[in-house]
T-cell receptor, first 113, second 113 residues
Framework: TQLLEQSPQFLSIQEGENLTVYCNSSSVFSSLQWYRQEPGEGPVLLVTVVTGGEVKKLKRLTFQFGDARKDSSLHITAAQPGDTGLYLCAGEMTTDSWGKFQFGAGTQVVVTP | ETGVTQTPRHLVMGMTNKKSLKCEQHLGHNAMYWYKQSAKKPLELMFVYSLEERVENNSVPSRFSPECPNSSHLFLHLHTLQPEDSALYLC????????????FGPGTRLTVT
């Protein structure tokens, strides 16, 4: 059973368009991270959210943590080809042992010029 | 070198071979992790080491054997692998044992023939 469901699995858009990807779970997380992974590389941490309802902005990327800390979204404004990559969410369980994290399967985003 | 490095970047091995993957972190972190990444599946946490002590073992088959000689180095010893073990193996590190902000290496692409 996959604890973190990411949707959509694949998203292809034109440069300049906006997009939103989602990360949902029935479990509560004490924190949630978003990573971006490019081909041939490991994931790179983009942001960590810890408070229910929290919104963080990183240039054109806006991250939101759900009030109940069970879901999160990533919104990209005016996407650029450099935003292409696999976006992964990861959650730290509240009841699990420390150091153990659950990852989603990812959303593959392709931004074409 | 900076960050987290992994060698080799690519490895092809037969089912009867023995090989080792190496990871080195230059960040002064105290915890290190091994993950398995298969296509369209969530990252699977395999092992966690904190201050050179193994603190997590996620029911990984014994044909995978980790070793952490010091806080900067992590190895994954492989023997008698199966074709389904073919995947990208990622190493990560974090500042503290309870840290959810992990820094990943580029991975080793393993193919078992």
């Amino acid at each position: 059973t996959q604890l973190l469901e990411q949707s959509p699995q694949f998203l292809s858009i034109q440069e300049g368009e906006n997009l939103t990807v989602y990360c949902n779970s029935s479990s509560v997380f004490s924190s949630l991270q978003w990573y971006r992974q490019e081909p041939g590389e490991g994931p790179v941490l983009l942001v960590t959210v810890v408070t229910g309802g929290e919104v963080k902005k990183l240039k054109r990327l806006t991250f939101q943590f759900g009030d109940a800390r069970k879901d999160s979204s990533l919104h990209i404004t005016a996407a650029q080809p450099g935003d292409t990559g696999l976006y992964l969410c990861a959650g730290e369980m509240t009841t699990d042992s420390w150091g153990k994290f659950q990852f989603g399967a990812g959303t593959q985003v392709v931004v074409t010029p | 070198e900076t960050g987290v490095t992994q060698t080799p970047r690519h490895l092809v091995m037969g089912m009867t071979n023995k090989k080792s993957l190496k990871c080195e972190q230059h960040l002064g972190h105290n915890a290190m992790y091994w993950y398995k990444q298969s296509a369209k599946k969530p990252l699977e946490l395999m092992f966690v080491y904190s201050l050179e002590e193994r603190v997590e073992n996620n029911s990984v088959p014994s044909r995978f054997s980790p070793e952490c000689p010091n806080s900067s180095h992590l190895f994954l010893h492989l023997h008698t692998l199966q074709p389904e073990d073919s995947a990208l193996y990622l190493c990560a590190s974090s500042r503290g044992a309870v840290s959810y902000e992990q820094y990943f290496g580029p991975g080793t692409r393993l193919t078992v023939t």
